[in-house]
């Protein structure tokens, strides 16, 4: 992968950009998704934030050997602290992290006032999907679009949200996602069959504790049956 050829992962992040966003990459490892959406005249303006030096100096790099330095400001900053006001950014992305990172990100946002919640979100969680789900929900985020994809025999989701004010998901879609429960595609099942196999073994291994916590079997039992119902 470089600037000029995505994963394929990245590279359908970066489809769900807005034409034209004023964009903040977090988690902007190299740069990539910014330097290759202003290559390809997606985007106008790009803030990346990174909070790891090593990899902050890899986007600085990154961006001076395009020769975008006046159009992509890379800054070592803590999640959304990489927004300035004056940035006026309105589309966010925040890709390859664990769902409850992302939805800390976001939440330390809200409190230091950098997510102005006119922000198109567009998150790629490893994992974790559900917690996320729910912050949006929680937090006036409707989602607007998803996407599930396969990529070197692992499994992507994509969630796409907009302020909407009051909206509300069910149990089964924070869990499944609305958008790719409707859908229902191949990797979806390819990816909730997998799941299945991983919730009988915990279920094994809580089952064979020498104190086996009821609630936990219930959560796992429930899912289980949520899954089986999706994939018949
Ligand atoms: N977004 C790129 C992608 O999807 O390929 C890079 C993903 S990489 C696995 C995650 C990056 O997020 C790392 O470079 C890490 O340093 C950065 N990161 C983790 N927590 C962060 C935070 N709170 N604020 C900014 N960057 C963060």
């Known amino acids: 992968m470089n600037e000029q050829v995505l994963s394929l992962r990245l590279k359908k992040v970066g489809e769900k950009v807005p034409q034209g966003a004023r964009l903040a990459d977090i988690g902007s490892d ?10 390809n005249g997606k985007i106008s303006y790009a803030v990346a934030g990174e909070v790891v030096k090593g990899p902050y100096e890899s986007a600085k790099k990154q961006v001076a050997k395009n020769l975008l330095s006046e159009k992509i400001i890379v800054r070592l900053a803590n999640g959304l602290a990489a927004i300035h006001d004056e940035d006026q950014v309105d589309a966010i992305t925040i890709a390859g992290m664990g769902g409850t990172l992302i939805r800390q990100i976001l939440e330390n946002g809200i409190k230091q006032g950098q997510l102005k919640k006119n922000e198109t979100l567009i998150l790629q969680p490893n994992i974790g999907e559900r917690t996320l789900r729910e912050w949006l929900m929680l937090n006036g985020y409707g989602i607007v679009d998803e996407e599930i994809l396969e990529e070197n025999d692992k499994i992507y989701e994509i969630i796409v949200a907009k302020p909407v004010g009051n909206v509300h998901y069910t149990e089964q879609e924070l869990l499944f996602g609305p958008f790719l429960l409707q859908e229902k595609n191949e990797t979806f099942i390819k ?16 089952m064979k504790a020498h104190v086996v916590p009821r609630s936990k079997v219930a959560e796992v039992k429930e899912q289980l049956s949520w899954i089986q119902e999706v994939l018949v």
């Open 30 to 39: 190299h740069a990539y998704l910014p330097t290759f959406l202003t290559i």
């Open 191 to 206: 990816k909730w069959q997998r799941e299945v196999k991983s919730k009988e073994r915990v279920l094994g291994d809580l």
